[in-house]
């Protein structure tokens, strides 16, 4: 495995991700930021945060797979959520967990989520991007 998730000693445990990803692989995979559009560009869900963290969570596996790559090769996530306050995070790990259980996987690399005022167009609400190390 090309990737270590810990959570060090003096930091908190998060239940949701780990702190730190230790690498060993030697090729990254970048996952351009993925927001809630289905195959034909459509975007999916629109006004409903936990749809589009669902389709956008799922993008981003497809986009992995397409390098060869799945969740347990992700290093990094950073998700953009339009007009963030911390009574959406429900939403949000709803949608993620939808997905995740969808792909048989467990989002535990380290996250970073930003709000923002607006994305590329107005009916997407959240946009995610990954980082991946394969061996």
Same mark, same amino acid.
């Given at each position: 495995?090309? %990737? #270590?998730? @810990?959570?060090? =000693?003096?930091?908190? #445990?998060? &239940?949701?991700?780990? /702190?730190? +990803? ?11 930021? /993925? $927001? !809630?559009?289905?195959? &034909?560009? @459509? ?8 749809? /589009?963290? *669902? /389709?956008?969570?799922?993008? $981003?596996? #497809?986009?992995? +797979? ?7 090769? @992700? +290093? ?22 939808? !997905?995740?259980?969808? %792909?048989? !996987? ?9 709000? $923002?005022?607006?994305? &590329?167009?107005? *009916?997407?609400?959240?946009?995610? *991007? !990954? #980082?991946?190390?394969? =061996?």
């Amino acid at each position: 495995m090309a %990737l #270590t998730l @810990v959570n060090p =000693d003096g930091l908190p #445990t998060i &239940d949701v991700y780990r /702190q730190v +990803a230790i690498a060993s692989g030697s090729r990254m995979v970048f996952v351009a930021g /993925q $927001v !809630a559009w289905d195959a &034909d560009g @459509v975007t999916v869900g629109e006004g409903d945060l936990a749809a /589009q963290a *669902e /389709q956008c969570y799922l993008n $981003v596996g #497809t986009a992995l +797979a397409g390098a060869g790559a799945s969740f347990d090769d @992700v +290093a990094k996530l950073t998700v953009y959520v339009v007009d963030w306050t911390p009574d959406k995070m429900p939403l949000l790990l709803a949608g993620i967990s939808r !997905a995740a259980a969808r %792909l048989g !996987a467990t989002p535990v690399a380290p996250a970073t989520l930003v709000g $923002v005022a607006a994305l &590329d167009i107005p *009916e997407h609400l959240i946009e995610i *991007e !990954a #980082t991946a190390i394969l =061996d």
